[in-house]
């Protein structure tokens, strides 16, 4: 069982940063492959990035390559997304999930196990 709890969203205008943390309970995080997703509302959750177990290979969507960044603390248990130049379209809750030990980063939603309770983030314009 893996219990997620995510941080870190909140209010910022346009062009701003924000990095969004996700802690993970038990001892399987470093052998788990990582998401995060978004959802705003009226729209389905969709693919945000993802990361391998160990770190060495990352996905992103191309709405937010070159802008955001996934990377993990396996160390801390901790899974980050980096924010940076930040647009209203990227309002939504954000969501951190985890696959089944040992599978790959998927960009699907059905493909995670657990999920987050997840988080707010709001960019103003």
């Known amino acids: 069982q893996v219990q997620l709890v995510e941080s870190g969203g909140g209010l910022v205008q346009a062009g701003g940063s924000l990095r969004l943390s996700c802690a993970a309970s038990?001892?399987?995080?470093?052998?788990?492959?990582m998401g995060w997703f978004r959802q705003s509302p009226g729209k389905e959750r969709e693919f945000v990035a993802a990361?391998?177990?160990?770190?060495?290979?990352?996905f992103h969507a191309d709405s937010v390559k070159g802008r955001f960044t996934v990377s993990r603390d396996n160390a801390k248990n901790t899974l980050y997304l980096q924010m940076n130049s930040l647009r209203p379209e990227d309002t939504a809750v954000y969501y951190c999930?985890?696959?089944?030990?040992?599978?790959?980063?998927?960009?699907?939603?059905?493909?995670?196990?657990?999920w987050g309770q997840g988080t707010q983030v709001t960019v103003s314009s």
């Open positions: 999930a985890a696959r089944t030990q040992i599978l790959p980063p998927s960009t699907r939603t059905y493909e995670y196990t657990y």
């Open positions: 038990g001892r399987t995080f470093s052998r788990s492959a």
């Open positions: 990361i391998s177990a160990s770190g060495g290979t990352t």
